[in-house]
């Protein structure tokens, strides 16, 4: 009987781990690095300076693997929202849940947008390369 244990373990053992959730290649690569942002645009015009309205976004950003991060000055949580086609950001800092839209998500670039309801809309362009 206890070779038959023996036999059997290393086989539950493979198939536990085998059955773990499959992580996505956008998971993977938002989460495998620190990202530093590289340009903060609202209107397309650079809104990174003391006073502006992106200004606590510049610095370093991390999405850890357990939906925690920071961002810039920010600490929060994030998701995939859509598919994978946004990341939703929450921190009690933030007004309300700031949702982007991925516009590229590759080992060298993050490219997010998303429209700012400020006193009028502001189109944010925000893009982050590995640090």
């Known amino acids: 009987m ?17 059955c773990g959730e499959k992580k996505s290649e956008k998971f993977e690569l ?3 690095h620190m ?4 340009s903060l645009l609202a209107d397309g015009v650079d809104a990174s300076g003391p006073g502006q309205v992106l200004e606590k976004f510049k610095g370093d950003v991390s999405f850890k693997e ?3 991060g920071t961002f810039g000055q920010y600490t929060g949580t994030w998701a995939f929202t859509d598919n994978e086609a946004n ?3 929450d921190s009690p800092d933030l007004p309300f849940t700031l ?3 991925i516009v590229e998500l590759k080992t060298t670039s ?3 947008t998303f429209t700012y309801p400020g006193a009028t809309l502001i189109n944010v362009r925000m893009t982050f390369r590995p640090k």
């Open 99 to 101: 949702t982007t839209h």
């Open 87 to 89: 990341i939703a950001i």
């Open 30 to 32: 938002l989460t495998s």
């Open 110 to 112: 993050l490219k997010v």
């Open 2 to 18: 206890k070779k038959i244990l023996l036999l059997l373990l290393p086989a539950v053992m493979i198939t536990a781990v085998s």
């Open 35 to 38: 990202w530093t942002s590289d």
């Open 66 to 68: 357990d939906g925690t």
